[in-house]
């Protein structure tokens, strides 16, 4: 099957490659990428995380696949709530505050939505799909650049803490590995073999599950055997905009990250261009300024995050935001196919927990700890309800049949991001142009009020009433977008953002 794959590494993107050559589909390929990335990506993302699936089919409507991880807690009295856990503060991405320990692990969701997706669009059987995260777990991989820096200001505080973590990424004398050493993650290959003998019932009710659970609860973690024999992946209807001639799907509430790039399109469709001026530049940040100021103080502390995202929609819709507008730790990939299906697949642990149950060469995530995503607390929610998320991989059809499939890692930045690159390449820019063009990003407090407008060095920014910054070109702070196109002639292409060194990978 002709193939086009972008993803976070080469390695990542040869495997969908190789998957889709092997007689697999788009969704196929993007699985395979997914399951590399999380394997090659030590601190960046992992599998017992969370994700989202965002999928048009070459036939009927688009569907997002609701992988996220949930709060856990089932069957444990609420006195084991608020334990095992202590905070650290690192400088990356300009200074976070960051929850880690066996009690800021959330349950994972990554493994049930690829298993869901490749049982419902996929070719290939589910262990076909594993088998090139297998090989490389079991030969070693590359330390990755983007890896490196992030490991760079927390290998200690975060991952240095909890003795089989350690070992992972820091050598004999105790020094973080550089760039391009050879990482081996002890039991790392068994644990995906197990998931590929057994599927993913391996995790959710089987002995693998059962291991991670034993060492979260005798650690003071609130992660049960019963979360993860409740937990389900989801099919949902996605979030959709027309811009410019493309009809774009993007992951629905209760995630927080789509309906936020839904308003912030549906504001700026029509109104820049592909090279921006300076009058850009401010349109661009007053849309942010507005309605991530509207996400911070509504949506992120909503009850009901469904209502509150369609009433955000609405408000963009209606050009409510007139009167304002006048005033990380993830990992994406994205993968279309020569039939013009197109896949895309953001998935994160977090910043990671610190945490690799002993035997298992698996880092749980730290979704629980995510101080400025879950804005009520640590243990707040109830078992089993999904967290806040700003992942919104998206894809789109246009009105001649070409395909797209676009997304991003990046925190908070991933919706400004996907924004920006939407914009310019629906306005005409080639995918490459697009995301490579410079960005910016609006920073809110939790109180609404902006903190810094950040932006790369060579975009023309116009005066403003707002605290600004500059960072160096192609910095990694604003995300890593990856996208795959099918033209409407049959020919593919794939991109891949230079501020965090990706992969891609075409074939005929």
Do not use: K
Request: glycine letters at 12%; one cysteine or more.
């Amino acid at each position: 099957m002709p193939i086009a794959v972008a993803a976070p590494n080469d390695l990542a993107a040869r495997a969908g490659r190789d998957v889709a050559e092997a007689g697999g589909n788009a969704v196929d390929a993007a699985i395979a990428a997914a399951l590399v990335a999380m394997t090659t990506e030590p601190g960046i993302c992992s599998i017992p995380g969370g994700a989202y699936l965002t999928i048009e089919p070459v036939d009927g409507p688009a569907e997002t696949i609701d992988a996220n991880v949930s709060m856990p807690g089932h069957g444990l009295p609420r006195d084991r709530f608020g334990r095992g856990v202590f905070d650290i503060t690192t400088e990356y991405g300009g200074g976070v505050d960051i929850t880690i320990g066996h009690g800021s692990v959330a349950t994972p969701g990554t493994p049930a939505g690829l298993a869901l997706a490749s049982e419902r669009h996929g070719r290939l059987p589910w262990r076909d799909l594993l088998a090139p995260a297998i090989a490389i777990a079991r030969e070693g991989f590359p330390m990755g650049a983007a890896s490196t820096y992030y490991l760079e200001y927390v290998h200690e505080d975060l991952f240095g803490w909890h003795a089989p973590s350690h070992a992972a990424i820091h050598d004999d004398a105790g020094e973080l590995l550089p760039t391009g050493a050879r990482v081996h993650v002890a039991a790392l290959a068994e644990s995906l073999e197990q998931l590929a003998e057994e599927g993913v019932a391996a995790l959710y009710a089987g002995d693998l599950g059962a291991r991670i659970v034993d060492d979260v609860l005798a650690h003071d973690g609130i992660l049960t055997r019963e979360d993860l024999r409740r937990y389900e992946a989801v099919v949902r209807e996605p979030v959709t905009v027309d811009v410019a001639g493309w009809h774009v799907a993007t992951n629905p509430p209760p995630a927080i990250g789509g309906v936020t790039l839904g308003a912030m399109l549906t504001l700026l469709a029509g109104e820049v261009g592909a090279d921006w001026g300076p009058a850009d530049v401010e349109r661009v940040v007053r849309v942010q300024e507005a309605v991530l100021g509207w996400r911070v103080e509504h949506l992120d502390v909503a009850d009901d995050r469904g209502a509150a995202g369609r009433e955000l929609l609405a408000l963009a819709r209606a050009d409510g935001f007139r009167a304002a507008l006048q005033s990380p730790s993830t990992v994406h990939i994205s993968a279309t196919d020569g039939d013009g299906q197109a896949c895309a697949i953001t998935a994160s642990a977090g910043y990671g927990s610190g945490v690799m149950p002993p035997g298992t060469g698996l880092w749980l995530n730290n979704c629980l700890g995510e101080q400025e995503l879950n804005r009520r607390g640590l243990h707040a929610w109830e078992p089993g309800d999904r967290l806040p998320s700003n992942m919104a991989p998206t894809v789109a059809r246009a009105d001649d049949g070409a395909s797209l499939a676009i997304g991003s890692p990046g925190a908070d930045r991933i919706t400004t991001a996907i924004l920006q690159t939407l914009l310019r390449f629906t306005a005409g820019a080639s995918l490459v142009d697009a995301i490579a063009a410079p960005r910016v990003h609006v920073r809110h407090g939790p109180d609404g009020r902006v903190l810094r407008v950040g932006h790369e060095e060579d975009l023309p920014m116009p005066p403003l009433d707002l605290p600004t910054g500059s960072y160096h070109r192609h910095a990694m702070f604003f995300g890593g977008v990856t996208a795959t196109l099918r033209r409407a002639d049959g020919s593919l292409t794939a991109a891949a953002d230079p501020r965090r060194g990706g992969g891609t990978e075409v074939s005929p």
